[in-house]
């Protein structure tokens, strides 16, 4: 089962997580952890409580910690429609660009809320 750690007080998120969910086997051996007053359980997992703000994490069935891009690539790449895309975000020249614009929204999201 893989464990999904992200933050549920940010719409988008949630919305997100909600469409992952709605995708046919999707669901199937994933749990998910809200981050929100659970610092003391990431920083036991090994997860800087600040990273798990501003980057998704997702534990796999061995307990390895998986972040960013490479936790989106593991969670997509278990859904058959999205195989493709975890694929193609995985790219050398993508991966890195992808990764950048990412963290830019993230910071920009969390500035916006006042919660960085």
Same mark, same amino acid.
């Given at each position: 089962?893989?464990?999904?750690?992200?933050?549920? /007080?940010?719409?988008?998120?949630?919305?997100?997580?909600?469409?992952?969910?709605?995708?046919?086997?999707?669901?199937?051996?994933?749990?998910?952890? $809200? *981050? @929100?007053?659970? $610092?003391?359980?990431? %920083?036991?997992?090994?997860? $800087?409580?600040?990273? /798990?703000? @501003?980057? %998704? =994490?997702?534990? $796999?069935?061995?307990? =390895?910690? =998986?972040?960013? %891009?490479?936790?989106? *690539?593991l969670l997509l790449a278990r859904v058959p429609r999205l195989a493709f895309?975890?694929?193609? *975000?995985?790219?050398?020249?993508?991966?890195?660009?992808?990764?950048?614009?990412?963290r830019h929204w993230v910071i920009r999201r969390l500035q916006r809320d006042?919660? %960085?």
């Open positions: 089962m893989l464990k999904v750690f992200y933050d549920g /007080a940010c719409p988008r998120c949630i919305a997100d997580r909600r469409w992952y969910e709605s995708l046919p086997r999707a669901g199937e051996g994933v749990e998910w952890v $809200d *981050i @929100t007053g659970r $610092d003391e359980e990431l %920083l036991a997992l090994g997860i $800087d409580p600040y990273l /798990a703000l @501003t980057e %998704l =994490h997702v534990q $796999d069935e061995s307990g =390895h910690i =998986h972040r960013e %891009l490479d936790a989106y *690539i895309v975890a694929r193609l *975000i995985a790219l050398p020249l993508i991966k890195p660009l992808l990764s950048r614009a990412y006042g919660r %960085l």
